[in-house]
C-alpha cells in the first residue's frame, strides 16, 4: 500500500485562499477516484470534492463554486485550490482513493496525518 502526504494547510482570514496538495506514492491514475474529505473538530469526517478517472468532479453543496478538486497524473499529486473561504472551512482535510465516490467502504490507503486549515473571521 502507498502513502498519502497532504500538505498547504495554514492559517488564512476569511475570504482568503488556500491550496491543498497531496502526493501520492503510487500512481494515481490505477485508481478510480481520488477525493478530498474534511474532518472539523467534534464532526464526522466529510467528503468535499472528488475526481473519478474521466476528470468528472463533484462537491458538496457547502464548497460548490468555491474549491476546485484537479490531479496531475505525471507528478501523481491531487490537488484542492480553496477560494473565498469561511470559518465554516476550519478543519482538517484529508486525501484518499475511495473504491468509487460516495462508497461507505474503506478507502484504498489508510489516512495520512492530513493538513490543518483554519479559517478566522
Known amino acids: 500500500q502507498g502513502q498519502l502526504m497532504e500538505s498547504g494547510g495554514a492559517l488564512v482570514q476569511a475570504g482568503g485562499s488556500l491550496q491543498l496538495s497531496c502526493a501520492v506514492t503510487r500512481a494515481i491514475n490505477r485508481f478510480p477516484a481520488w477525493a478530498w474529505y474534511r474532518e472539523a473538530p467534534g464532526k464526522e469526517r466529510e467528503l468535499v470534492a472528488g475526481?473519478?478517472?474521466?476528470?468528472?468532479?463533484s462537491y458538496t453543496d457547502s464548497v460548490r463554486g468555491r474549491f476546485t478538486i484537479s490531479r496531475d497524473n505525471a507528478k501523481n499529486t491531487l490537488y484542492l485550490q480553496m477560494n473565498g473561504l469561511k470559518p465554516e472551512d476550519t478543519a482538517v482535510y484529508y486525501c484518499?482513493?475511495?473504491?468509487?465516490?460516495?462508497?461507505?467502504?474503506?478507502?484504498?490507503?489508510?489516512w495520512g496525518q492530513g493538513t490543518q486549515v483554519t479559517v478566522s473571521s
Open positions: 484518499n482513493a475511495p473504491v468509487r465516490l460516495g462508497s461507505p467502504r474503506d478507502p484504498y490507503f489508510s
Open positions: 475526481i473519478t478517472s474521466n476528470d468528472d468532479t
